[in-house]
């Protein structure tokens, strides 16, 4: 298919390229489907995945175009700029049987945060729709990870390597407030009753001043009132995770003893 060479290369752009192949039935499946609706999944698989009810013959075979042949229910699907997708709940069991078990995760906290499902619906899906189907066992033990109050995808990396390496699960985004009613911060991950913050720096943090300003201002707040303050940041997270779990793990094993 061709396209004028001004228009941005895109994952709707290449849908919409796809869509005049294959057969009105066809919907958007998988990680396409996810980027349709703007969750985050990793970008190792850039090819197009649609579902047919059948594969038909008159559909060509094209690297950068998957065609999956099963059937939908029409009311698990959904309309995503006039691109029709798979549902949220088909999604995370999509998901799960094609992305790695934290990038489903963060693929889950991304859909509960922003309205996309909710627990019940997705808990319904996987034990009557999704049942017996690919993927349900590793849908089903990531469903109690899940946590809608995430911001971003390296926060919940963050925390499943706290939690993988068998530490308490932190809190998620809890308001820190003081005996007399003073709000002082929300960090990332904390352990309230023992006063540990946790703080994902991402790149922005260091180059936007006014947010590195207000970071060292929260900080301080917290410090003043006793809380102990791990900041982490992309190299730690991805370079060197041990000497994060590490610090964790001392301030948690220094403030069990105080």
């Given at each position: 298919?061709?396209?004028?060479?001004?228009?941005?290369?895109?994952?709707?752009?290449?849908?919409?390229?796809?869509?005049?192949?294959?057969?009105?039935?066809?919907?958007?499946?998988?990680?396409?489907?996810a980027r349709l609706y703007g969750v985050?999944?990793?970008?190792?698989?850039?090819?197009?995945?649609?579902?047919?009810?059948?594969?038909?013959?008159?559909?060509?075979?094209?690297?950068?175009?998957?065609?999956?042949?099963?059937?939908?229910?029409?009311?698990?699907?959904?309309?995503?700029?006039?691109?029709?997708?798979?549902?949220?709940?088909?999604l995370f069991l999509e998901l799960a049987?094609?992305?790695?078990?934290?990038?489903?995760?963060?693929?889950?906290?991304?859909?509960?945060?922003?309205?996309?499902?909710?627990?019940?619906?997705?808990?319904?899906?996987?034990?009557?729709?999704?049942?017996?189907?690919?993927?349900?066992?590793?849908?089903?033990?990531?469903?109690?990870?899940?946590?809608?109050?995430?911001?971003?995808?390296?926060?919940?990396?963050?925390?499943?390597?706290?939690?993988?390496?068998?530490?308490?699960?932190?809190?998620?985004?809890?308001?820190?407030?003081?005996?007399?009613?003073?709000?002082?911060?929300?960090?990332?991950?904390?352990?309230?009753?023992?006063?540990?913050?946790?703080?994902?720096?991402?790149?922005?943090?260091?180059?936007?001043?006014?947010?590195?300003?207000?970071?060292?201002?929260?900080?301080?707040?917290?410090?003043?009132?006793?809380?102990?303050?791990?900041?982490?940041?992309?190299?730690?997270?991805?370079?060197?995770?041990?000497?994060?779990?590490?610090?964790?793990?001392?301030?948690?094993?220094?403030?069990?003893?105080?």
């Amino acid at each position: 298919m061709y396209v004028e060479s001004e228009l941005p290369d895109s994952v709707e752009l290449r849908c919409d390229a796809a869509k005049l192949l294959l057969p009105s039935a066809a919907v958007f499946c998988g990680v396409t489907a996810a980027r349709l609706y703007g969750v985050p999944v990793p970008d190792w698989d850039m090819r197009i995945h649609a579902a047919v009810p059948s594969v038909k013959p008159t559909i060509p075979r094209i690297k950068d175009l998957r065609v999956h042949s099963y059937s939908i229910s029409p009311t698990r699907l959904r309309m995503r700029d006039g691109r029709q997708v798979v549902g949220p709940e088909r999604l995370f069991l999509e998901l799960a049987a094609a992305v790695p078990r934290v990038d489903l995760i963060i693929a889950g906290d991304h859909m509960l945060r922003h309205g996309l499902t909710t627990r019940p619906h997705l808990n319904n899906f996987l034990n009557k729709d999704g049942y017996r189907r690919r993927g349900v066992r590793r849908a089903r033990w990531a469903m109690p990870h899940l946590d809608e109050k995430s911001d971003s995808p390296p926060e919940t990396r963050l925390r499943m390597l706290i939690v993988d390496a068998g530490l308490p699960r932190p809190t998620v985004n809890q308001d820190v407030v003081t005996e007399r009613g003073v709000w002082l911060a929300r960090p990332d991950l904390s352990y309230p009753e023992l006063k540990i913050a946790i703080q994902y720096e991402g790149a922005h943090h260091q180059q936007d001043h006014k947010q590195y300003s207000y970071d060292i201002e929260r900080d301080g707040r917290l410090i003043e009132h006793g809380w102990i303050v791990i900041r982490v940041n992309k190299d730690g997270l991805f370079g060197n995770p041990t000497t994060v779990l590490n610090r964790i793990r001392k301030a948690i094993a220094d403030r069990s003893r105080a």
